[in-house]
């Protein structure tokens, strides 16, 4: 049997349907002209020839492969030494000859943001830009560097180009997929979490866009319009299909840009799912295993279906197996200014996560087709057999943080005549001292807010059924590697700092490296800083225990009191003007504290941390930001710009947690 016996099946495919009853004309273009068989293949055999293009899936399976093991071994390794032994990473960086200076080298590119380059697209990091860049800049290269584009016409066979750029575009969609999953093992070996990984789909839209366009064009060139609609009739189901999954394409690609996810992330999530499922079945049919190419869909959905199934498996052990499980929301009692609304969820669960860690919620009596995620707020239980509540904190938007708002108001109406509901989440007990940021039903004294802010603590609550899917995203853990640790917060971005901090102030600090944290809020009033006083306070004790210098900073930015204001507040004198800043007070831990009524000064803060560092013999610094873009890209561009002058640390390490879906 001849290899012209093995592929004369697949010739009708693409450019022949073996040797034609009517002879070849060349004069002539469409699908019922075509030369015979042997005379294309032997026309390919030293231009690309079509049944060898498989080579291009293998290699760009195993060039991934391999960029992933090397992410792995590198930073994912390091990370997790930072995490479980802090000293010895840090010993071992120490050791390595030039490390810090060509990581310092690389922070200083790596780390600058450019922001903001159209209404609701940003680049990553310059660095992370540029890693992108090159990858890409490989794969078109590879595809474009190839010679030929086009046979001598369609009849001769389907163009190289665009078999070349598919079989590129279909071996790098299973690892769109693991990338894609919220449970896979790219983000567990790399510590880099699931929703940092979106630029592949861009990569392989493009691709299929390159796969695309020859099809249309050499025909078009050709014989115009007639001849492009006869090749799409004469192999119709094939281009359907393909039209079909390319436009699904570019709407998921689109939809999943951040305009569209504030717009609604519910039904962005809703969307893209059904997407994705629509996407494959097309793509299937439209490759029909051609030059083996369902090896690549099969690995896609096996990667996909373990991941489901393994998510299923968690969010159903971690809530009760969809029975029983109930959070408890908590909003405030009054109607307040667009924007200032808040909610706080509070429910048992035996998930185990980390510092800084996110879950997504569902709940099935209100929206049992979305989720949405938040940020953990507090630690679990130390006690690994004990449940622990987990706690969640967000601003109200629209979508089901609105649904939760008014449905907590109206449950809390129909029994008007009762009590107002207490809240069991926002008080703590000396008792529980042992682990302050867990919710008890009692209140202390000692933890209370002033009766200033006592309106603006929740007085409606209600128990809704919940579904938890988690938890996700990247540790925090690895900043008790450092000795001095900066954390900048913006907003509701507090959530993240919480748990952070209460990490590092409950280590055990011989076994950890820090010395030192300097935690920064930006809060636009004090209804905001009324639901977090109480696990700031907690923190404020925790360190006061501990071996760790802690220092607490609050930015008020959008809120103008009077001093006689600030004195029927929270008892304190009138505001002070210290250098340009303009300063108010708080009551907190049960003592007053100063709050700026200024924006901060993100560069300036992140240098002083550094001096201050220095100053205090300390060797390398941490910064942490999770806020508005513009604070992120402050801090970014600051860290960036030190790693020329580190003030005589070994190193200046940043953190972004990105602020927002």
Known sequence: MTL????????????????????YDPDEHGPNNRPPSAERLAAMLHADNWYDMQKYANRVTWLMLAILIL???????????????????????????????????????????????????????????????????????????????????????????????GMLANAMIPFLLALATKVNVISILTAVSHERLQWLARLILTLSLIHTIPFIWQPLTEGGSSN?????????????????????MIWMVLSSTRVFRNMSYEFFVIQHIVSTLLFIGFYFFHTDNTLNSWIWLWAAVGVWGFATLIKWARSATASRYFVGAKASVEVSGEELVAGEEMLRIALKTNVRWWPGAHVFIRFPTLAPLQSHPFTIVNLPQPDH????????????????TRKLLKHARSKAASVEAEDDIESESIYMTKQNSSHPLRAVPESSEAYALDSGDAPLLPTRACMVPAIIDGPYGQSSASLQAFDHVLILAGGVGITFATSACMHLAMANADRIQTRSVHLVWSVRSRASLAWFQPYLDAISERFAASKVAYTFTLHITRECISASDAVSRSNSAPEADFGAEKWTAYRGAARERPASLERPHVPSIIRDAA???????????????????????????????????????????????????
């Open 385 to 400: 057999h004990c449940d622990s509540e987990l706690v969640l904190v967000a601003r109200v938007h629209d979508g089901i």
């Open 71 to 165: 992410v792995t071994v590198g930073p994912g390794l390091l990370h997790r030494l930072r995490v479980h032994r802090p000293k010895l990473a840090v010993s071992l960086q120490r050791r390595l000859p030039f490390y810090f200076k060509l990581v310092s080298w690389g922070r200083s590119v790596g780390y600058l943001q450019k922001g903001r380059i159209l209404p609701g697209f940003r680049l990553p990091a310059l660095g992370a830009s540029i890693a992108i860049a090159l990858f890409c800049a490989a794969i078109f290269g590879w595809t474009l560097g190839v010679r030929p584009y086009y046979r001598k016409t369609r009849e001769w066979g389907s163009p190289p180009l665009a078999i070349r750029a």
């Open 611 to 661: 001096q201050h560092a220095a100053n205090s013999s300390a060797r390398s610094l941490a910064v942490v930001v999770c806020g508005p873009a513009g604070m992120s890209d402050a801090a970014a561009n600051a860290t960036a710009r030190l790693q020329h002058d580190r003030k005589g640390l070994d190193e200046i390490w940043l953190l972004n947690e990105s602020f927002g879906w």
């Open 228 to 248: 492009l609609w006869a090749w799409w009739k004469s192999d119709y189901v094939t281009y359907w299909n393909g039209t079909v999954a390319l436009s699904l």
């Open 4 to 23: 012209i016996d093995l592929v004369l099946p697949l010739s009708k495919r693409h450019g022949g349907h073996g040797d034609a009853d009517e002879p």
